[in-house]
C-alpha cells in the first residue's frame, strides 16, 4: 500500500474486532504488530511513550504492515478525565499522536485500533488524519447469525434435525462469541447425553443456557417457594399472551437457573428489531409486571422475587420519560445526555445537572404514573384471566416445564368455558 490508513473498529463486545483486523492481516500477507493498549500504560513515567515510538520504529523497518492497537481505550482516554491527572497515560497518549502525526504515506504503515468505549476517547485521536475512519462493527443481524453459526459448527457433526436457521432467529441480540458459545455449549449437552451427533433440543437448551444460565436442579425449593414461582412464572406469560405485539412465548420453567432466577419465563423475537414504539415499551412493563401482580393476587402479598422485574420496568419507564420524550406532561424533550469526557462538559463537582429540581420532581411523578398505570392495566387483565391463571400455574407445578403454546390452549379453553 502507498496510502498510510487509520482505522478505528467500534461496536460492542464480542461482535469480531480482533478477528476482522486479524483476518485483514492474514488477506493482505504482511507482517502484522498486535498490541493492547493496556500494555504502554506503566507506573513509572516514560516508559508507554517509549515503547510507542519502539512499536512505530519496528513497524517502519517491517512496512508493509498493519499495526493493531486492541482496546485502544485503556490508551486513548480522553486528557483531564477523572479525579485527578494520569500523567503516564497522557504522556503516552500524546507520543501516539506524535507518531500518527508523523506518518510518511509512503511507506505503507496501516494502523487499526478497537474499542467498545469510543464516547471516552480523546478527541485529539478521533480528528481527520488520525483515526478518522470509524468501521462500525455491530451485532449481527439474521443472515449474519446463520453464517456464524455456519462457520462454528463446522468443527462439530450436526444432526439431520439441527436446523441453524431455526437458532438463528432464535438469537436475535446474540454478538459472534455469544453465538460460537451456543455451539460450544451444545457440543457438551451431546457428550454429556451419550449422543454422536447435535441435535436441535441441545441448539435450543444451549440458547437458554446463554439467555438464562445453567439449571440448579440441586437447588430444591419448598412447597411455598415452589408455588409462589410457578404463579409468578405463568403471571408473566399469561400477560405477554394478552398484549398484541409482544415477543412470543417459548417455554415456562419452574427449574432454577443461574445465580438468582428461580424461574423463568422465555420470551424470545421472531425478527430483528431496530425500533420501538411507546405501545411497545408499555406492554413490556406490563409483562415485567405480571409476575409480581400474579403473587399478590393469588396469595395477598408480593414476595422479593420480583426485584429484578421492576428494576427493569423502571428503568424502561425512566428511558420513556427521560430518553424518547414519551411524557405528555414534559412533552417531546430529552433530558438525558450521552456520556462525554470531562473537558467538554461542566466539571462534575460543580454540576447540579441540567434540569431544575421541579422538574427532577417532575420525572419521577412521570415514572411513577407510567408503572403505576401498567400496574392497573395488569391487574385488571390478570383478575380477568384468573382460572387460566389457576390452571396454567397447577400444570407448570405438576411438569416444571410448559410451553407457551400449551398455556395459550388453556387460555383459550378457560375463555370457551366462560
Known amino acids: 500500500s502507498d496510502v498510510c490508513s487509520s482505522d478505528l473498529l467500534v461496536g460492542p463486545p464480542g461482535t469480531g474486532k480482533t478477528l476482522l483486523a486479524r483476518a485483514v492481516a492474514g488477506e493482505a500477507g504482511v507482517t ?9 500504560v506503566e507506573m513509572f513515567v516514560g516508559v508507554g511513550a517509549a515503547r510507542v515510538r519502539d512499536l512505530f520504529e519496528q513497524a517502519k523497518l517491517k512496512a508493509p504492515c498493519i499495526i493493531f492497537i486492541d482496546e485502544l481505550d485503556a490508551l486513548g482516554k480522553a486528557r483531564g478525565m477523572g479525579p485527578m491527572a494520569h500523567e503516564e497515560r497522557e504522556q503516552t497518549l ?3 499522536l506524535v507518531e500518527m502525526d508523523g506518518f510518511d504515506p509512503r511507506i505503507g504503515v496501516i494502523l487499526m485500533a478497537a474499542t467498545n468505549r469510543p464516547e471516552i476517547l480523546d478527541p485529539a485521536l478521533l480528528r481527520a488524519g488520525r483515526f478518522d475512519r470509524q468501521v462500525l462493527v455491530d451485532r449481527p443481524d439474521k443472515i449474519g447469525r446463520l453464517a456464524i453459526l455456519r462457520v462454528h459448527a463446522k468443527q462439530v457433526a450436526l444432526g439431520p434435525d439441527a436446523d441453524l436457521e431455526v437458532i438463528a432467529g432464535m438469537t436475535p441480540g446474540f454478538s459472534g462469541a ?13 457428550v454429556r447425553r451419550n449422543k454422536e451427533l447435535v441435535g436441535l433440543p441441545e441448539l435450543q437448551e444451549a440458547v437458554e443456557r446463554v439467555v438464562a444460565g445453567l439449571e440448579k436442579r440441586n437447588r430444591v425449593l419448598n412447597k411455598m417457594e415452589r408455588e409462589r414461582v410457578a404463579y409468578h412464572e405463568v403471571g408473566h406469560a399469561l400477560v405477554a399472551l394478552s398484549l398484541p405485539g409482544a415477543d412470543p412465548i417459548q417455554k415456562i420453567s419452574i427449574i432454577p437457573r443461574g445465580i438468582a432466577a428461580l424461574g423463568y419465563t422465555l420470551q424470545l423475537p421472531t425478527e ?7 405501545t411497545e415499551l408499555e406492554n413490556k412493563i406490563a409483562v415485567l409486571l405480571g409476575g409480581r401482580i ?3 393476587l393469588t396469595f395477598g402479598e408480593a414476595s422479593t422475587g420480583a426485584q429484578n422485574d421492576l428494576v427493569k420496568a423502571t428503568d424502561i419507564a425512566k428511558s420513556m420519560v427521560k430518553a424518547y420524550g414519551m411524557s405528555e406532561k414534559l412533552g417531546a424533550i430529552t433530558l ?15 454540576e447540579k445537572g441540567d434540569y431544575s429540581e421541579e422538574t427532577a420532581r417532575e420525572i419521577d411523578c412521570e415514572i411513577r404514573r407510567i408503572v403505576d398505570e401498567q400496574f392497573a392495566r395488569v391487574k385488571r387483565l390478570l383478575g380477568e384471566q384468573r382460572a387460566a391463571l389457576q390452571a396454567g400455574a397447577t400444570m407448570l407445578m405438576e411438569r416444571e416445564v410448559i410451553t407457551g403454546a400449551e398455556l395459550k390452549t388453556i387460555m383459550e379453553n378457560q375463555s370457551a368455558g366462560r
Open 272 to 278: 430483528d428489531r431496530f425500533l420501538m414504539t411507546r
Open 32 to 40: 502484522f504488530f498486535s498490541i493492547s493498549g493496556s500494555e504502554f
Open 294 to 296: 400474579a403473587e399478590e
Open 178 to 190: 455469544d453465538l460460537a458459545n451456543i455451539i460450544n455449549e451444545a457440543t457438551l449437552l451431546t
Open 94 to 96: 500524546n507520543q501516539l
Open 336 to 350: 438525558e445526555r450521552e456520556r462525554q469526557p470531562q473537558f467538554m462538559q461542566i466539571q462534575l463537582s460543580q
